[in-house]
């Protein structure tokens, strides 16, 4: 993986392809490249490095032709140089062929010895050289036939392009498991991994579903199914600015996506409360409401910070909606073989809506017969289309690699869900009435919240070059200590933990000393005395302490201070809701502490943004 565009039509090919790949990066890479044909001349440029460093090369080398293809590669077989670069090309002059792959052939040791006994040599490391290899070798003629040849013959994950001299007015897409999008225009056309590398160009757009091939020329644009039989295609339109993905004066995505979670939650709430029933509803659950009611038991199934949020999702929907749920990572979930019984609903949490561990863990609990409801952010992917039905977050596209408004509206979607539930079950309207003005009340509060940032940049500054760091927190804010932790390693590679705070003196208290921090999370709250005996534990240990308290209470606030090193002070909400208050410091402490640390904090070394390989 990581990004694909194509570009066929009457403009040069190659300012196109590269400006749709700066639009991919965000989603993380290590190499680009490009291949363009006139007429039958094959042209293929690429380089480890930044989609800069391919600019810089093709000022000197340029690519010219009007029909093209183009990736980013994050790297899974063989290392990031220019050789595993995509594109891959093989064969000879009108029967060359050029690929780019997003996905794992879980198979391509077995059919590269296949082809390596009929005398074809391979160049590079990747399991993409050997589809091209396949299709080279099955290209007597139609280019299409070749491809629909060699398909079959993989197992694993795939979204392809592919071009050859010997059809040189087409590009051909394929899919399975890994996500495309055709761009239709006004005697041109596109292809792409993401919908948002068309942006500027094409608003309308169409997406493939697995096992279907699409068939491009500057004039049209056909999709076939596996059998090369034609089928209808909806097209869609891109439902947002593409205004929205640039960073409006902020120095990174990821500080602007911080502070763009005030808005991010009134629009994941937008007429989604409703003051007559005292609760919330939703238009595209899909599931009546006899099928919600008698429900026994929720299971949320996520990855990295969607497992987080789905975490918190487990403690509101247990204590609002008296539902038992149970949280599971996707990647483990898709391969065991749990007892479900029939009245379970799984819901699948995900920011980008193509994780590929998260939607075989939907496909399974489908295959099963069990109603599955998605909580995604992107509408057209993958898992929105495939669920039963679902929310949308509509937080706008997260363009920083590390998740930070996709997850408070993630918890603020849950938190709605939980109203939703309770209502039905147990909750009185006096209750649900409460919760709706105390949800309401939440984009103001996450704006106060965001005035701790210059004492968080304080804090970053005295703790950049630790080594290590601990995160704990209680109940609603166990997850938060994880996501915590989790943001500080994804961006300034600093070794941290999360756990809940009592979990300390069973084993990770042994890491404490003096030159390792500990952030607490202790809002006022049921077990605010517990955690503050478990700080006191780290204290007495020697160990520097970082508290997260909460405003307004001066007895509790010089009580955390005489006990803390330093303490940020967040504003006093409910419990079920201290999550999205509590995590805005965390994530600035990240941010900042990765800028002091020079790091690349909107495209953090080895990672993705959207993980579509296992």
């Not at 030159?515 to 204290?539: C, H, Y």
Request: charged share 20%.
């Amino acid at each position: 993986m990581c990004g694909i565009v194509g570009y066929v039509g009457h403009r040069q090919a190659e300012p196109i392809l590269v400006d749709g790949l700066r639009r991919l990066e965000y989603r993380g890479y290590d190499s680009a490249g490009i291949a363009t044909l006139t007429g039958d001349r094959l042209h293929l440029r690429k380089c480890a490095g930044r989609v800069s460093d391919l600019g810089a090369f093709l000022e000197t080398s340029p690519s010219p032709g009007s029909l093209g293809i183009s990736h980013t590669r994050w790297a899974t077989h063989g290392p990031a140089n220019d050789i595993n670069a995509h594109p891959h090309v093989a064969g000879e002059g009108d029967r060359a062929v050029a690929v780019v792959h997003n996905g794992v052939i879980e198979n391509y040791a077995v059919l590269k010895r296949q082809l390596q006994a009929e005398g074809i040599v391979f160049q590079s490391q990747t399991d993409t050289e050997v589809i091209t290899q396949l299709i080279a070798y099955h290209l007597n003629g139609d280019l299409v036939e070749a491809i629909r040849k060699v398909l079959p013959l993989l197992k694993g994950t795939y979204g392809l392009a592919v071009v050859s001299p010997r059809n040189p007015d087409l590009i051909v897409g394929a899919r399975l498991g890994s996500p495309l999008v055709v761009g239709i225009g006004e005697g041109e056309h596109y292809l792409a991994s993401d919908p948002s590398a068309l942006a500027g160009n094409t608003q309308r757009v169409v997406y493939l579903q697995d096992h279907q091939l699409a068939v491009l020329t500057c004039a049209e644009w056909h999709i076939y199914d596996s059998e090369r039989s034609r089928v209808s295609a909806r097209v869609q339109s891109i439902d947002w600015d593409p205004g929205e993905s640039d960073m409006g004066g902020f120095a990174h995505y990821m500080l602007k996506e911080i502070y763009e979670q005030p808005e991010a939650l009134e629009n994941a709430m937008r007429g989604r409360l409703s003051d007559p029933d005292s609760s919330a509803h939703f238009g595209g659950l899909n599931l009546d409401t006899q099928q919600l009611r008698h429900a026994d038991r929720i299971i949320l199934t996520a990855c990295g910070t969607s497992y987080h949020a789905g975490l918190v999702g487990e403690y509101m929907f247990e204590e609002l909606a008296r539902i038992p749920v149970e949280v599971e990572y996707a990647s483990e979930f898709r391969y065991r073989n749990p007892p479900i019984d029939r009245s379970t609903i799984v819901i699948a949490i995900t920011q980008s809506g193509e994780t590929a561990d998260t939607l075989a863990a939907l496909r399974e609990s489908k295959r099963k017969g069990h109603p599955v409801l998605s909580i995604c952010n992107a509408v057209g992917s993958s898992i929105a289309r495939e669920a039963d039905g679902g929310v949308f977050l509509r937080a706008g596209p997260e363009i920083g690699v590390a998740s930070t408004k996709a997850f408070t509206s993630q918890v603020t979607v849950l938190a709605l869900l939980a109203l939703y539930l309770g209502r039905m079950r147990h909750l009185s309207s006096l209750q649900g009435a409460r919760m709706i003005d105390e949800l309401r009340a939440m984009p103001e509060i996450l704006r106060k919240t965001l005035r701790c940032h210059e004492a968080v940049k304080r804090l970053a500054e005295k703790y950049f070059n630790v080594g290590n760091m601990l995160y704990m927190g209680r109940q609603y804010l166990y997850p938060v200590a994880l996501e915590g932790a989790l943001k500080l390693k994804e961006i300034s590679y600093i070794h941290a933990e999360g756990y809940p705070a009592a979990e300390m003196k069973h084993g990770p208290i042994a890491l404490v000393d003096e030159v390792t921090p500990s952030i607490f999370l202790v809002p006022r709250g049921s077990i605010f005395d517990k955690v503050m005996s478990n700080l006191e534990e780290v204290k007495a240990r020697g160990g520097p302490v970082i508290a997260i308290a909460s405003e307004g209470d001066d007895a509790v606030s010089e009580h955390i201070m005489s006990r803390a090193d330093e303490v940020i002070f967040v504003p006093d909400v409910p419990e079920y809701l201290q999550p999205l208050v509590t995590v805005v410091p965390l994530q600035l402490f990240a941010y900042h502490i990765a800028l002091l640390r020079g790091c690349d904090v909107d495209k953090p070394r080895n990672l993705a943004k959207s993980v579509t390989v296992e």
